[in-house]
């Protein structure tokens, strides 16, 4: 088992806690929480002066995710909540580190990550890099033996409790894991020493994290877009939200074609389904920005359920009509289109998967009264192009 240890002491020449200033929409805490919970740890106990809304609120996520979470003031009640066979994680309170970053360097178990004392970390912040010899500071990750926090009861209680164990691990032989120069110049290592970094790194981990839609994608690629500049705001929400209103907006589009109202149907229906592309995007968005993996079966019911209404809607009429064959020329062309986004891979793949698109063109053929011609104008462009993808493999 692992127990992971953060802190929320340290303050920015403004007077902020360095642990509560935002980071894509979250605080630099629950990031690290993030972190500490991807390295297995199933306790996290949290150094702070009094527990007080940020912490009661990862507080409430961590027991949520099932795991324990205790807030205290300093090293002696440390010691009752960590037992001998337990591995202690430790995160310098601020540090902001890429979770691909933390996995790497732990692969081989205990370890104290270090970097050099001479990098620009270390020297512009030498109390938090704290130094291990002459060439060496540590890097703000370590993971040591549980037994080692025993040692705390022994030491003053109103001492730096990860400090502390840092040297306890020192002490005990812990395997120095020296950063790559790489690592120190790519952002993935960061003190939440002010706003001005924070702001910066967000915009960096929005760049690398937003999904990329080709234009001929027009309605995807404005979602996408849209998501991105706004981004991080709502983020948590959003999504959500902007799902149900789709398929609400679908069940409406089903509702008009029962009414024989195609082309508000159709309207509502692209209304939807750019609801459901805002919605998809911005939760690609949060996975990518919290490092967090999407639920694909979700994401995959969610488009079986948009396109099974948009080809009970075409066909309504039909079915009013009684006439099997018009009815079944939909569900055709819906069906080819994802094919044909399945099979493509280039830029053109885009449109097959736009939705919202077919819909308005869906749309302008209804008022001009071609609606039926212009479904299997689509359905037969479909078929050209899964045909020249299946003989271009």
Known sequence: MRTAILAALKRTEAGEIRAFLPLGGRTVLAWQFDVVRSLGCERVICLCEAPGPEILELQHEAEAAGVQFHAVRGPLQVVGLVTADQDLVMLLDGLVIAPDLAAKLS???RMIASLPAASSLASDYPSDFERIDATRAWAGLAIIRGSLAAKLADLPADSDTMSLLLRLGLQ???KDVPLANEHLTSGELLLAADGEGLVKRQETLI????????????????????????????LDQGPMIATSIGIGALLGMVAAFWFDQSVTGLSIGAIGTYALAFGRAGARLRSGLYGRVTNARNSRIFSDLQDALVMLGLALPALAAQSLALAALPILAIGLARLAAILESGPIQAFWADRTAHLMLFAICAIIGQLTLGIAVFALLALAQCTMRSRAS
């Not at 760049?207 to 709502?234: D, K, Y």
């Open 107 to 109: 692969e081989g178990g």
């Open 172 to 174: 005990s032989g812990g």
């Open 207 to 234: 760049a690398r994290s937003a999904e990329r839609i080709s234009w001929l994608g027009p309605a995807r690629a404005l979602a996408a877009t849209i998501v991105r500049q706004i981004a991080p705001r709502g």
